[in-house]
Structure formats: C-alpha cells, structure tokens
C-alpha cells in the first residue's frame, strides 16, 4: 500500500470516528434537551388548562401559555436540528 493510500485510509477512519462521536453526542443531547422540555410543556399545559384548579391571578395563564409556546417552539427547533443532522449522516 502506498503511503497516499495508506493517507487516505487513515483519512477516511478518522472521518468515521468523528461521525460516530458526532452521531452519539446528538443522541445524548436530545435525551438531555427533550426529556425536561417536555415536562416543562407539560406542567405549562396543567396550568394553562387549570387542570388543578383556577388560577388566582390571570396574568398566571398568560405566562403559562407563553411557556408553553415557547417550549413547543424550542422543542421544533431541536427536532429540526436533529433531523437535519440524521440526513447529514445518511449523506456520509
């Protein structure tokens, strides 16, 4: 083996590795991202429902509902995120 070949073949194990490392550092981070996000969605949803029982002060609702709506958003954008970077991988 040559040493451009013997080159290219290191080139191409480290490309790997680093996909690799990249692919399982998402998938943690979409655990870690997604599992509070979602309790935080949820909860905002409970009180903005009222599920637990009226809320004293209006202005409460308000925020709930803007948390809601924010977590939702922040949860789209890392759904995004992360498909983007499963159709990067399928590419590699």
């Known amino acids: 083996m040559s040493k ?9 194990e480290e490309a790997e590795a680093s996909n690799l490392a990249k692919s399982e550092f998402l998938a943690n981070m979409s655990h870690e991202l997604r599992t509070p996000l979602n309790a935080i969605i949820g909860f905002a949803e ?3 429902n009222e599920m637990l029982g009226a809320i004293g002060n209006r202005r409460y609702l308000t925020y709930a509902k803007d948390i809601l709506a924010s977590g939702a958003h922040l949860l789209e954008v890392i759904n995004h995120v992360l498909d983007m970077s499963k159709i990067e991988a399928a590419r590699a």
Do not use: D, F, Q, S
């Open 4 to 12: 451009a070949e013997e080159t290219l073949r290191k080139a191409a």
């Open 46 to 48: 409970i009180i903005g």
